[in-house]
Nanobody, 126 residues
């Protein structure tokens, strides 16, 4: 059974940085599209960033472009999200997701992802 487990969340001041990690177990997801989504108390779950399996194409939500960097290590079966210059609007539960039936054109669509982690809380506050 595939499991995705996020870590690295926490409390950080505005302007600070955090690095989230997602460890995959149960099977290799080196051939899967992987992504980060987030959900705050007042919003529906939204796309943050995605990375393709083969060419490693990266996509970002406009709200995080230039501040967040997604990466993956297929040998270690892990996904990461480096977050810099954090703002209060980044406060949310961050979820790792994976899909073997997503391509570059629909990687931002939540319903395309079948594997999900339990989430890790990121709070940006002074």
């Amino acid at each position: 059974q595939v499991q995705l487990v996020e870590s690295g969340g926490g409390l950080v001041q505005p302007g600070g940085s955090l690095r989230l990690s997602c460890a995959v177990s149960g099977r290799s997801l080196s051939g899967a599209y992987m992504a980060w989504f987030r959900q705050s108390e007042r919003k529906e779950r939204e796309f943050v960033a995605a990375i393709g399996p083969m060419n490693g194409r990266k996509q970002y939500a406009d709200s995080v472009k230039g501040r967040f960097t997604i990466s993956r290590d297929n040998a270690k079966n892990t996904l990461s999200l480096k977050m810099t210059n954090l703002i209060s609007e980044d406060t949310a539960v961050y979820y790792c997701a994976a899909s073997t039936w997503v391509d570059d054109h629909d990687a931002r669509l939540l319903h395309k992802y079948g594997y999900w982690g339990q989430g890790t809380q990121v709070t940006v506050s002074s």
